[in-house]
Structures are given as structure tokens and as C-alpha cells.
């Protein structure tokens, strides 16, 4: 254990030590006893002046009086706190408080180094003294997820005694109205404080409190609920969101009757809502909205992927100790059995919960694809009006090119013939006119072709203007129509 301790004192150093107060649990096991009692079972909150004498059980919080004459066979002592990992650990006891902790709950050393692991872990330590005697200890951390749970338990089990002494930690863990049960109860399962929650699980087993699986399966399993109800519930109504804002997904339930457009429905919330229109291909006021929407949910997804795979591996670690640990535990073999059956159950649940997260996001990837095709499509059609005004800046100067050389020869025979409507040999003294008296022709003639000349060069331009606008509508009426497979097309 001397090896955990290289580091120790730097991990002391980077947490921040937050004095918030605790909450503890002691459930004393008795042979034959299998209700909750006010001799048996305890829990409460405790100040920092309070947690010496917790820890030695002096005081108020001395060993309660039972009217067994049996001594208990094992039992649980629980202390909990509050703590978070954001930019650094954060935990909810001063420094002084957490060596009185691992001291007298005989915490193991990797118990500060796992609070700085934001992905999860699992360990398993055992060690023997003649003092001491054979102790194991388990370490486990979940990942951090806060619509999840972020919590850490590490616990240490006396083989001879039978009793198992342990730390919880977690991000609003504790549950700060302890005494209103009815209430709390009435509360989705998400919502109530993993403290709540675990000390409900430990009062309905009394039976098994001296195992040292007990808390392990019953944090997995606390986890395993909160994963459900949350990949299941608001991960996959945020997902068919997206999904129906693009307006390209249309199965199941939705084939039929969209199941967001009501008022009250969850929608994504944006700027530019007014433009978001159902099944219509989104254009530009809408694609970075969407681009930003669909990655952001992706990547919630992906570190949401991280607690199914923990659960599962976490769990099959469990199992492990299970099938491993049967001969070390003998005395515990009887509820072994109920122990197995409940973490193979977690397996199955979380590899299929993890199944889920996977298909969540592969539609998450899926939708992304589309956006961009739809970015593609946009700018295909962007393309083809360019192409089309080209187009038809370069067929007005084929016209009037066309033209100009049509009327070429005639200028020039004009230009030939027009020396005779002036005579420059007339004297001036005479009084004649030089401008000869048939000019008038060039301009009879002259002014009217000009007209018919820019008269039918502007019917031609409208004529063909028309012609693409028409091309380029019917282009894109043919790209917006659904395609229809060739099986429906008789």
C-alpha cells in the first residue's frame, strides 16, 4: 500500500477542500433479523465538529442498545459528502477532516487519485496484517455526467468482523431533507438525490448488510436506473427533435402523426425558429443553427457513451469478484446467489443500454450527413442560376454580334452611297446647298431599321430570359420532388 503514496501529497495540494457538512448511514446485521429497526438502522447528518465522534462511535453516535442477546454478525458504516470535478477536484470536508476519515473507515490510499478520474474506474485491493487480518477494499468511480451521476465509492470489508466501512462522494449527493420521505418519493427517480436513493435501496436488504457487495451493487445498479431513464427518456426525445426539424425522418409513429409540433412539446430553441419549417429542405438561415444543434447533441452523446460501457465493465468486474471470491467469503455464500443473479441482470440491462447510445448516435451522424447534402443541393442550385444568368448574358452577345454582322455590308454600302448626298463641288457664291435633296432618304430609312433592329433584339432577350427562368424552376421542382422507388412507379 506504500506505493499509492508517492503521489499523495501532490493530489492533496490540487483538491480544493470545501467544508459542506455530511450525511451517515449504520446498519448493524443480525441473524434472523430481516426488518428495519430503530436499533438496527440510523441515518442522519452530521457537522465537521461532529465527525471525530462518529468516527469512534462515541457520544450520541455511540453503538444503539438492542434487545437481541445476540451479538451482530457485521454491518455498514456509511459517511457521504458532497464533491465535484470541474477544473479540479472538489471536495466537501477540510484536509484534516478526510485523514480522520481514511483512518478510521480504513480507506484505502487510491482513494484521492480515483477522485481525479472523470471517465470512470474500478479497482480491487486485498491485503493482510496480524493486527488488521485479511481486508478487501473496492474503488469505484463513475463517469462524470451530471444529468447522469458523478459519485465515488470506495470501501474497505473486514473478513472477520464482517463489516464494510465506506466513503461516498458525489455532485449533490446529499440529500437535504432527509426526514420527508413522502415527498421525496413522489419525485422521478432522476431527480431524487443518490443519497436518498441509496439509503432507500440499503433499508429494503437487510438481509445482505454484511455482505461487501452491498454497496458496490447497489451504487451499479442506483447507476444503471439513472442511465435508463435518462438515455431513454430526454437523450432520445432530444434526438427525434432534430430529427424532425431536418424533416427527412418519417418512421415508426411518426410515419403518421409528428410527435413535436404541439405547443407544449419539447423544440429546439433558436433565433431564427420562425424559419424552421417541418420536411422542407433547410436553407441558409437555418443550416448553421442546425450544424451547431446536431453537433452539440452529438457530443453529448458520445460522453454519455462512456457510462453504459462503465456500468457493463463495472459490473462484470462485480460478477468476477463473485465467482472468485466464493471460498474467501464463505460464511456469505448464501446470499451470493441473489447477488449474482441481480449484477447478470445489470450486464444484460447495460449492454443493452449501451446498444442504444451507440444507434443514438449513429442517427445523430446520419442527420448530419443529410445537412450537408442539403448544403450541397443549395449550392447546386446556386450554381445553376449562375451558370443560367451566364448563360444568358452570353446569348444577348451572340445576338448582338449576330446582328452587327448582318448590317455590316449595309453600313458599309450606306457609307459608299452616301458620298452622293453631298456636292462639294457647288461654288459657294451660287447660293446651292451642298446637302443634296434626296438626304432625307437616309434618314426615312435609317431610324425605322434602328427601331426593328433594338425592337426585335428585346423580344429575343425577353423571349429567352423566359426560357431559363422556366428551365431553372422545373430543375428545381424535379430536385425537390421525393424520388419514388421503381417498385412504385407503375
Request: proline residues 4%; contains cysteine.
Amino acid at each position: 500500500m506504500g506505493m499509492f503514496n508517492f503521489h499523495k501529497h501532490e493530489i492533496e495540494r490540487n483538491i480544493e477542500w470545501k467544508p459542506t457538512g455530511f450525511q451517515f448511514i449504520e446498519a448493524w446485521s443480525f441473524p434472523n433479523v430481516n426488518e428495519v429497526t430503530s436499533w438496527n438502522f440510523r441515518h442522519g447528518c452530521l457537522e465537521s465538529s461532529q465527525l471525530k465522534e462518529w468516527l469512534q462511535q462515541t457520544g450520541k453516535f455511540s453503538t444503539p442498545s438492542y434487545p437481541l442477546s445476540e451479538q451482530p454478525n457485521g454491518g455498514i458504516r456509511l459517511l457521504i459528502c458532497n464533491y465535484t470535478l470541474f477544473e479540479r477536484v472538489s471536495l466537501g470536508m477540510s484536509s484534516e477532516d478526510y485523514k480522520l476519515v481514511e483512518a478510521g473507515l480504513a480507506l484505502h490510499p487510491a482513494t484521492l487519485s480515483a477522485l481525479e478520474v472523470n471517465g470512470g474506474m474500478f479497482s480491487r485491493y486485498s491485503w493482510y496484517t496480524r493486527q488488521q487480518g485479511h481486508r478487501t477494499s473496492i474503488i469505484l468511480k463513475a463517469p462524470q455526467k451530471y444529468e447522469i451521476a458523478n459519485y465515488m465509492l470506495s470501501l474497505t470489508h473486514d473478513t472477520a468482523s464482517q463489516w464494510t466501512t465506506a466513503l461516498l462522494v458525489g455532485e449533490d449527493i446529499i440529500d437535504l431533507f432527509p426526514l420527508m420521505e413522502d415527498y421525496r418519493s413522489e419525485l422521478p427517480f432522476r431527480a431524487q438525490a443518490p443519497g436518498r436513493t441509496i439509503r432507500t435501496s440499503l433499508a429494503q436488504s437487510p438481509d445482505i448488510w454484511n455482505n461487501p457487495l452491498t454497496l458496490p451493487c447497489i451504487l451499479v445498479t442506483d447507476h444503471l436506473k439513472r442511465l435508463q431513464q435518462y438515455c431513454t427518456g430526454p437523450l432520445t426525445q432530444q434526438v427525434m427533435v432534430i430529427e424532425e426539424h431536418l424533416g427527412v425522418t418519417t418512421v415508426g409513429r411518426r410515419n403518421q402523426v409528428p410527435r413535436f409540433r404541439g405547443s407544449t412539446n419539447r423544440r429546439l430553441q433558436s433565433k431564427d425558429a420562425d424559419v424552421l419549417n417541418l420536411g422542407i429542405p433547410v436553407n441558409r438561415t437555418q443550416t448553421h443553427f442546425l450544424t451547431v444543434s446536431i453537433n452539440s447533441k452529438l457530443t453529448s452523446i458520445l460522453f454519455t457513451k462512456l457510462s453504459p460501457k462503465w456500468n457493463y465493465e463495472a459490473s462484470k468486474f462485480l460478477l468476477n469478484i463473485v465467482n472468485e471470491s466464493s471460498g474467501e467469503w464463505h460464511r456469505q455464500n448464501s446470499h451470493f446467489n441473489q447477488i449474482r443473479e441481480l449484477i447478470e441482470h445489470n450486464v444484460c440491462l447495460a449492454k443493452s443500454i449501451e446498444d442504444h447510445v451507440l444507434c443514438l448516435q449513429a442517427r445523430m451522424e446520419l442527420q448530419l450527413d443529410v445537412l450537408y447534402s442539403f448544403v450541397a443541393q443549395s449550392d447546386n442550385r446556386l450554381n445553376a442560376r449562375l451558370a443560367a444568368s451566364t448563360g444568358r448574358d452570353s446569348t444577348s452577345m451572340k445576338i448582338l454580334a449576330f446582328i452587327t454582322t448582318i448590317f455590316l455590308p449595309g453600313t458599309f454600302i450606306a457609307t459608299l452611297f452616301s458620298m452622293d448626298m453631298f456636292d462639294w463641288k457647288s461654288a459657294p457664291s451660287d447660293g446651292s446647298s451642298a446637302v443634296s435633296s434626296q438626304f432625307w432618304i437616309y434618314w426615312a430609312t435609317a431610324v425605322p431599321l434602328t427601331a426593328v433592329t433594338l425592337g426585335g433584339w428585346a423580344l429575343w432577350w425577353n423571349f429567352e430570359k423566359h426560357r431559363y427562368d422556366v428551365h431553372i424552376t422545373e430543375a428545381v421542382h424535379r430536385a425537390d420532388r421525393p424520388y419514388k422507388p421503381w417498385w412504385r412507379k407503375r
